[in-house]
């Protein structure tokens, strides 16, 4: 198959307009911790995930909403926001979320989908559904143009979300060869993914260093582990559903 569209890596949300989203598909990677939450609780039960911006917003958002049919994750600055479910992979998919509407706030991952509606189509992205996520892509937008968003953190460039853009530009080398038409970040971002491990490059990113100082290293090797989760993750009126067995 042969994708005649441009593939583009943002290396941080604050890239990102309106314009540039327009009539493309957007990829949004918040890998420490927002995108890999989000897949790991739809693989993990969750019937859907509301990324909200705020606090204030995700508790709106569930007042709305019909009693114990959600539940609220999220943080600010790192922080477990008070009576919220921790928003790392494993602890969130340990927080009695079957069958229930995850509203989710983070400081960087849930504000990156915002800016993104825009887009043609939006997808939560991650190193552990990568595989299932590049199929889809490669299916169902053939001829789109292809944004792949790197949160980042707070203006800042993360390599963690470097690392998940890279892994999604080699899945999409392996099926279209490496002379798709990749743009220059995207070719930076394969180099560094194929320059180490996911585990070392994400131990050793400035993320993963300060959640390991907290005790959350079994957290950052789960969220560097490669296409173990079969979920495709697509926002559909403001949530994300895991589309995968439609």
Known sequence: ???NHRIHVLTRKEELDQARAEGRVAVVLDILFATSSMVNALAHGASAIVPVPDEASARAEAAARPSGSTRLAGELDAVTLPGFAPPTP???ANSDIAGRTVVHSTTNGTVAFGLAAAAKAVYAGALING???VDHLLQAHPEDPLLI???GSMGNFNLEDFVGAGYLVDLLAQQLGEQA???DAARAALAVFRGDTPEALLLASRV??????RRLEDEVRYCARLSILPVVAKMEDGELRNIASR
Request: proline share 0%; hydrophobic share 65%.
């Open 1 to 3: 198959m042969i994708l």
């Open 90 to 92: 494993i602890a969130l």
């Open 131 to 133: 595989g299932a996520l």
């Open 149 to 151: 968003i790197c949160a």
């Open 181 to 183: 038409d990749f743009s």
């Open 208 to 213: 993963g260093r300060m959640f390991a100082s």
